[in-house]
Nanobody, 108 residues
Framework: QVQLVQSGGGLVQPGGSLTLSCLAS?????AGWYRQAPGKERELLAT???????NYIDSVKDRFAISKDDAKRTLYLQMNALKPEDTAVYYC?????WGQGTQVTVSS
């Protein structure tokens, strides 16, 4: 069972950037980032597979970048041009395991 520890997140102004990290206790093959805003369903944002092939939902594909460092067993989500509507709790998922979630708040 892979253990995941997320870091990053916080408060950022609109237009700003943040990077989220997700450290895994094992190898990362297929992984994704999700978010859940208050009162909304958890939504998948981006995925990456063992060949580093990436997929994004339309609303983030020009602003967010998913990546992984296999040697460091770390998954990343670089978020740029953040908008207030990006405010949510962000979760990594590696295999069937979830990270603990981290709050991202975009506000002036």
């Amino acid at each position: 069972q892979v253990q995941l520890v997320q870091s990053g997140g916080g408060l950022v102004q609109p237009g700003g950037s943040l990077t989220l990290s997700c450290l895994a206790s094992g190898s990362i093959f297929f992984a994704g980032w999700y978010r859940q805003a208050p009162g909304k369903e958890r939504e998948l944002l981006a995925t990456i597979n063992s060949f580093h092939r990436k997929n994004y939902i339309d609303s983030v594909k020009d602003r967010f970048a998913i990546s992984k460092d296999d040697a460091k067993r770390t998954l990343y989500l670089q978020m740029n041009a953040l908008k207030p509507e990006d405010t949510a709790v962000y979760y990594c998922k590696i295999g069937n395991e979830w990270g603990q979630g981290t709050q991202v708040t975009v506000s002036s």
